[in-house]
């Protein structure tokens, strides 16, 4: 499982980096969720990667 943390704002950022943030279910700074970790997943990760921190979490 990964820990997903929006650490920086969406404003000013590109519609597509938006979009990948809030399918993740990030919308607020500080916003925190965990997903499975899967390449469907990592691939969003890796477009947002300059707005979020990511830590594995044991589930």
């Known amino acids: ?3 997903i943390t929006l650490v920086h704002s969406l404003i000013a950022q590109l519609p597509k980096h938006v979009a990948v ?3 993740l279910g990030l919308v607020k700074v500080g916003d925190v969720t965990v997903q ?24």
């Open 1 to 3: 499982m990964l820990k």
């Open 21 to 23: 943030a809030k399918s």
């Open 36 to 59: 499975q970790d899967n390449d469907a997943v990592k691939g969003k990760i890796r477009i947002i990667s300059h707005l979020v921190k990511v830590e594995k979490t044991d589930a």
